[in-house]
């Protein structure tokens, strides 16, 4: 029936592309797979559950449907996407791809999925779609008909690692600019356009879920490509770009010269990044550069300030250090916005009560949304994490339907207060609660805990006075 059904891919509509969620902006994910499927003869149909309903005609149209996993959240919903589709149209051939894919194939295949992609996913995707299209992989030999990459039932594949020849990405299939996250700053609600200038990443955290299927290794975006993804999303109202590298500075001079490229013919665009404390450290001089050429804020993964957690999850920098990247980036007129891994199994309760502290200290507290102090650490299979002996005493099984392996800290109060945390942001977050009195409340709830004084509260600042931010608080 699949064989049949999977005829003339090409007609409109027959391929259809399903984001599940990509931290609120415009999803890279469908963006770039569209652009390459256009460019071969393909007219696809894009849904972004996170900001339109999941469409029941278009899914009972299509005969390849492909629902890009690059995290977590997005797996969980990729799950019911998945189970939405085989309820709508049993018959149509179901592809995941995206970081998650691969490290969780296995259970996927088991449930409701026929392949899975991991790696540079865009040129596997492509080819398994022509070949359906022409039906040479649904024969008696169609494990041995898979395009690299790509993995099967009973049919194990490395993630694809060599680099593309990009097509700039396909938005006009995608929810508008103005459904997804804004940048708030001096008051006022900016469209967002979001962009990669490179993928993968060439450091071994041992949490990132990156180095299982990258190992290392990173891919630059051509400047072009780059370029073109912008001018686009500058026509559709973008007024600043969010670079989602995981890590900008992983090619220094390649992204150096992007910005630079893009303010001289956009000057009035402001922009932000992610990038390692390390890096800001170790290119430190380009920041009063990056400052000049409308960057508002860098996002950098602290994760803690225990040197000892430090050094198990290989971030490469110390608590000192993260106070010498702060200095750097302040100096250039930049804002930073630190994340964490707020819970993790060697993270202690005077740990966590530091993190406050520091916070309050280095004047922080409106540059960290409070989801951020509940984030609990994920161990994926595949994770680093398991290759070391740190966290065989806090390990349970492997939660398959969660993707994800227990763990339990040695500390019950600690697990406790990661439900309540979580919970109490949650809550805050979705009754528009300040931020800042959720940092203060979480504080004053964990030194109580330990029996500490509650902290002097300071004046909150008005939204024009907040530092600039993305809308949609940052989690995996």
């Not at 939405?84 to 194939?105: D, H, M, S, T, W």
């Amino acid at each position: 029936m699949k064989q049949a059904q999977a005829n003339n891919l090409r007609s409109p509509g027959a391929v259809l592309l399903i984001s599940c969620y990509e931290l609120g902006h415009q999803p890279m994910g469908v963006a770039m797979p569209l652009g390459f499927l256009e460019g071969a003869g393909f007219s696809p149909a894009a849904i972004d559950v996170s900001a339109e309903p999941l469409d029941a005609d278009k899914i009972s149209r299509a005969r390849f449907v492909g629902i890009a996993v690059p995290m977590h959240t997005a797996l969980r919903l990729g799950v019911y996407v998945v189970k939405r589709v085989r309820k709508l149209n049993p018959e149509a051939i179901i592809c995941l791809y995206g970081l998650y894919a691969g490290l969780n194939a296995d259970y996927l295949l088991d449930n409701g999925a026929d392949f899975c992609i991991a790696g540079e996913y865009e040129s596997p995707l492509l080819a398994l779609v022509e070949m359906i299209d022409k039906d040479e992989i649904f024969g008696s030999s169609e494990e041995s008909r898979l395009p690299n990459g790509v993995i099967g039932d009973g049919v194990k594949a490395r993630p694809f690692l060599k680099r593309l020849s990009f097509s700039p990405p396909s938005r006009a299939p995608l929810p508008a600019l103005n459904s997804y996250a804004r940048l708030a700053h001096r008051g006022e609600r900016r469209l967002v356009g979001y962009v990669e200038g490179s993928r993968g990443c060439k450091y071994f955290c041992t949490h990132c879920p990156i180095p299982p299927v990258y190992d290392g290794r990173f891919f630059v975006v051509p400047q072009e490509t780059v370029l073109e993804d912008i001018r686009r999303q500058v026509q559709a109202g973008a007024t600043h770009i969010t670079f989602g590298d995981p890590d900008f500075l992983n090619g220094p001079t390649h992204s150096l010269r992007l910005v630079r490229a893009m303010h001289a013919e956009f000057p009035s665009l402001t922009f932000d990044f992610t990038t390692k404390v390390e890096h800001i450290i170790k290119h430190s001089e380009m920041f009063p550069e990056f400052s000049k050429l409308g960057c508002l804020f860098t996002v950098s993964a602290v994760e803690s300030l225990s040197d000892h957690v430090l050094q198990l999850l290989e971030k490469n920098h110390t608590r000192r250090d993260v106070e010498e990247a702060i200095d750097i980036v302040r100096t250039a007129n930049i804002s930073l916005r630190p994340t964490w891994v707020a819970f993790t199994p060697w993270t202690s309760l005077h740990d966590y009560l530091e993190v406050f502290e520091f916070v309050s200290k280095h004047d922080l507290i409106d540059h960290v949304d409070p989801v951020q102090y509940a984030v609990r650490l994920l161990i994926p299979p595949g994770s680093h994490l398991l290759n070391g002996d740190a966290v065989k005493p806090h390990l349970g099984s492997l939660d398959q339907s969660a993707f994800s392996y227990h763990w339990s800290h040695p500390d019950p109060r600690m697990d406790e207060l990661h439900k309540t945390v979580g919970a109490l942001a949650e809550k805050n977050s979705q009754t528009g609660v300040d931020p800042c009195e959720t940092f203060y409340s979480v504080w004053e709830l964990t030194a109580s805990l330990r029996g500490s004084a509650p902290p002097e509260r300071r004046t909150f600042p008005t939204d024009s006075e907040r530092a600039p931010r993305l809308t949609e608080p940052w989690f995996c």
